[in-house]
């Protein structure tokens, strides 16, 4: 098994190179469009977190308390829900059949106890105000051929990243690697 790297901060050329380079995904295509976020998820990783920790510091800086209670609850929700997807069958079953519910699943979860607690406006600026503008870019942002290949080489295993264990625990690239291993046991028989 690979250890785990994070990958390297990608230049601004390359990460919002211009108008060329990005276009609107095919909706009626939800696969290819998935494909393609979590593709951009894995290349530009590092950017993403930058981005992020950027948004993150600004609005901690003007609200620290509820800063600190949305970012625990939304952590302790996390962390339980990775544990029950590993050790109860029925969640870890329901998360294998519909990742993307799961994920709506945590999140929503997340904003009801938060809202308990009165920090609602800081978990919407905090943490969707980075994942809004981090899924805009990575569903617009087309793929080149450099970033096609460091997926495929997280994909088969060689290299592993954070992104990619996050993305793994949540269930969004299983089928990934179920096509990367079939194709790979398929290859010598022929």
Do not use: C
């Amino acid at each position: 098994m690979a250890k785990v790297e994070l990958v390297p901060l990608r230049s601004w050329e390359d990460f919002f190179p211009g108008s060329d380079r990005f276009a609107k995904p095919d909706v009626k295509d939800l696969a290819k469009w998935n494909n393609r976020v979590v593709s951009n998820l894995l290349y530009y990783q590092t950017n993403y977190l930058a981005l992020a920790v950027a948004v993150f510091l600004f609005v901690g800086f003007l609200n620290p308390v509820g800063m600190f209670t949305a970012m625990a609850v939304v952590s302790a929700v996390f962390v339980g829900s990775v544990w029950a997807g590993e050790n109860r069958a029925v969640i870890n079953n329901f998360k294998r059949q519909n990742p993307t519910a799961f994920v709506v699943a945590v999140m929503v979860t997340s904003y009801f106890l938060i809202s308990m607690m009165g920090s609602v406006m800081v978990f919407m600026s905090a943490v969707t105000l980075p994942l809004t503008l981090i899924f805009a870019h990575a569903s617009l942002r087309l793929r080149n051929m450099k970033n096609k290949l460091e997926n495929k080489i997280e994909g088969a295993g060689l290299k592993r990243s954070p992104m990619g264990l996050l993305l793994e625990a949540l269930g969004q690239q299983e089928e990934n690697f179920q096509k990367i291993q079939s194709f790979l046991e398929g290859k010598p028989k022929e």
